[in-house]
């Protein structure tokens, strides 16, 4: 960012400036979430449409992880199909063993949960993982081998 620009996040003049954050991540709710119920989760705030953001409990050590499927995700789908794709640590009791996989598909459509661990019972296969995003951003598109049974 240059000398002139200002962070909207920082600028009190932006819109969203006056929102307080509802829990101690920092993401604005309105309702509880429950652990084990996908409906109640809230994304993270989006980046540039198409973009993925990767969620996991830092307390877990699954940083080398996150890091492995984003650089996976990032391969297999090249700027423009996914602009990029985020890692967000999180270390707090109520994310213990969080890993959860968001696809903002554009900035009309809601954040889709493509992955969570808790819910799926286990870490994601890359070749469904990839699936699901592509899915939803490029159907029809072959994945090569991850598209072989």
């Not at 699954?62 to 499927?69: E, L």
Request: contains cysteine.
């Amino acid at each position: 960012m240059s000398t002139n620009e200002v962070c909207v996040d920082c600028d009190p003049r932006h819109a969203d400036a006056t929102q307080v954050p509802a829990n101690s991540l920092g993401l604005h709710t309105t309702a509880p979430q429950n652990p084990l119920d996908p409906s109640t989760f809230v994304p993270p705030t989006p980046l540039p449409t198409p973009t993925v953001i990767i969620e996991f409990c830092d307390r877990c050590r699954w940083q080398h992880r996150a890091t492995w499927v984003s650089t996976e995700l990032m391969l297999t789908f090249p700027t423009p199909a996914i602009k990029g794709v985020s890692l967000l640590p999180l270390n707090s009791e109520e994310t213990g063993g969080r890993f959860r996989v968001w696809l903002f598909p554009s900035a009309q459509d809601p954040a889709v949960l493509i992955w969570d661990r808790k819910v799926e019972g286990g870490f994601p296969e890359l070749k469904v993982l990839k699936q699901r995003i592509r899915d939803r951003i490029q159907p029809g598109i072959s994945l090569g081998h991850s598209d072989k049974k």
